[in-house]
């Protein structure tokens, strides 16, 4: 999810009542939650894909990122301390508190980003496996409205010296619970709908369906499904009743076209294509050559264009011996 999000969710955890059991809770809850995206470093280095959501989402990071941002919190408050400038209403840090809050917030971050359809890695460096949860689209206004108002509402409590000023937030965070698990439980049924209407409509056999979420709209789903080496694709709207509505036209995925494996000689085409769940590729000829272009059916057809595409330029020697003809762009 986005960083608003991971932040919200801290901060609601925060004014749930885990604030008030240590000094520094709130910002170690907050911190922590967006810790494990600190491998957009990576982008300073030239890397993107295959580096996010993988080392810093997984076990390892779990054992070393909470307590080493413990460490930095406890130091922050020492320093303030010796300069005088530690705040007076602040608790005093009690570091076994401070630890499991860490992880509490840390634990939310890769719960969030398994809920959309981009993936994480949760078992890296033991495993590179993607895990996908096909439940809320990367940026969710409904989710940031769920849980900023619990915060908003818990903190207008606080100031006001109100009785249970923490309640706000946690029917936020249950609230927030309910929405995903009725988020998920549509998507699961969107995909079931779509492989039954494929199959009835001899689109398939149908090996896979992946029912992705679009912004604003909790009640469409954007369906891909898989069958014949090709994209079949379509929605899934619920109001005002339920129903999948397939496009006639499938994308070939044309990924057994030779030029795809000499284009995979690139480090970024590989680590697209470690990175892609639904891939394909279409070819143009240019005076440099053919063209390879990779992209990803989650995020290049339906309500969602987003700019994932890669493309690698194969001169012509290179291409000569492809083995079939470059295929029309779909």
Do not use: C
């Not at 909470?66 to 408050?77: H, K, Q, R, S």
């Not at 005076?287 to 264009?305: E, H, K």
């Amino acid at each position: 999810m986005d960083n608003l999000a991971h932040s919200l969710a801290g901060a609601a955890l925060a004014e749930a009542g885990l604030k008030h059991k240590t000094g520094l809770g709130m910002a170690t809850l907050i911190i922590a939650a967006n810790l494990p995206d600190i491998d957009v470093l990576g982008l300073l280095i030239g890397e993107n894909l295959a580096w996010r959501r993988g080392w810093t989402h997984g076990p390892l990071a779990m054992l070393v990122l909470p307590p080493l941002l413990v460490g930095a919190m406890i130091l922050f408050d020492r320093w303030q301390a010796r300069r005088g400038t530690r705040p007076t209403g602040r608790l005093p840090i009690h570091a076994g508190w401070l630890l499991g809050l860490a992880y509490i917030g840390w634990l939310s971050h890769p719960a969030l980003d398994f809920l959309n359809t981009y993936g994480i890695r949760l078992l890296m460096p033991l495993s590179d496996q993607w895990f996908y949860g096909d439940t809320l689209f990367i940026i969710d206004i409904w989710l940031w409205l769920a849980l900023g108002l619990g915060v908003f509402w818990s903190r207008r409590r606080q100031k006001q010296a109100q009785p249970n000023a923490y309640q706000p937030a946690r029917i936020s965070l249950a609230l927030s619970m309910a929405y995903i698990g009725a988020m998920g439980a549509s998507s699961v049924i969107a995909e079931d709908m779509t492989r039954a209407t494929a199959d009835a409509a001899g689109r398939g056999p149908v090996t896979d369906v992946v029912a992705s979420p679009v912004p604003l709209n909790p009640f469409r789903r954007d369906v891909v499904f898989v069958a014949n080496d090709s994209y079949g694709l379509g929605v899934v709207t619920w109001l005002p009743t339920p129903q999948v509505t397939l496009e006639k036209m499938a994308v070939p995925t044309q990924m057994d076209n030779p030029l795809v494996a000499k284009a995979r000689a690139s480090k970024e085409v590989a680590d697209f294509l470690y990175w892609a769940r639904l891939p394909y590729a279409r070819f143009e000829q240019t005076p440099q050559g053919q063209r390879v272009v990779l992209t990803d059916a989650r995020y290049s057809i339906g309500a969602v264009r987003n700019p994932f595409l890669i493309s690698v330029t194969l001169p012509d020697d290179m291409a000569a011996h492809q083995g079939k003809g470059p295929s029309q762009r779909p």
